[in-house]
């Protein structure tokens, strides 16, 4: 893999704006791994969140932490330290779509991975997305090209739209520098599955419903994170932070991803604590990490179970 590297002197203190810098989001936890990743070469950085902006008003800050705020708010704070002379840098919340965020960030910023790619509901604005967004990827790319940018993808998701200027001048996969891979530990494990949900429109038809209920009348014990998921019989734990999340993992057999994107952070911490992932998605959908995936694509729901238990004993 790739390291995050600099030309500047490893004294200089980088200034970031964060969207987003928890432990217990996708976009948070991806933020912390770039800064990780970005200490190596760099030691000195300051990361700023909408929760260090000194608003009086509480009204005020609650509209400005607004998750289609926050961004905008960023491009000001960038030039603010820029035009102080500062080394300044914009993490997370980059989807290529947001042309304007590329089109009014200062020069030489620091650039957090850009994502987006997923597949999406096409019962919901699917003419926006399909159409309107393919002309908001060219403007970025376009300014992006411009501008001379280096940029860092977090996923291959949005290769197969970029031109191959774009591609060859590009870093892709980031997020596979959260694979660690823990060494395997002989365990009796408690947990059948473990599920990550998140309810989100544009989605939400690509989860794995009718899955996960043929699974509890098969009397498989599931965990579910983050938002609730309304399914009898599965157990709720609701929203824990990324330690917790390792900690049930461990204790852990199966996941199930859903189909938008197999990469997703969750998915990689279960590759890194041996717990196999379900996918309907044909094997040669899969390009990386194949071994960690199990393909459900042609079982019959009356055959999953026999299968199920005899990939319990191929784990331990």
Known sequence: ?????????????????????????????????????????????????????????????????????????????????????????????????????FLFLPPKIILGPITGGAKFDRKYQFIIRKYFFYIFYKFSEMIIFIRGIKVYFATELLKNILNNKTISRSKFNFVFKKIYLKKTQLKKKKIDFLIYYKLHKNKNILFPYKLIKDLVKLNFKIYIVGDKLNIFGVKNLRIVNNKRVNALLSNTFFTISSNENPYTIFNLECINNNVKIITTKKNNDIKYFKKAFLFLNKKKITTIKNFLNQSKKAIH
């Open 1 to 101: 893999m790739y390291k995050l590297k600099s030309k500047n002197n490893s004294n200089t203190v980088h200034y970031f704006w964060a969207c987003d810098f928890s432990q217990i989001t996708g976009e948070g936890i991806l933020a912390n791994l770039f800064i990780k990743n970005f200490k190596v070469n760099n030691k000195l950085c300051k990361i700023y969140t909408v929760n260090n902006l000194n608003f009086k008003n509480y009204k005020i800050k609650k509209i400005a932490s607004y998750k289609y705020i926050t961004p905008f708010l960023g491009i000001f704070f960038c030039w603010y330290f820029y035009l102080k002379g500062k080394k300044v840098g914009y993490i997370n919340y980059l989807p290529l779509w947001n042309f304007i965020l």
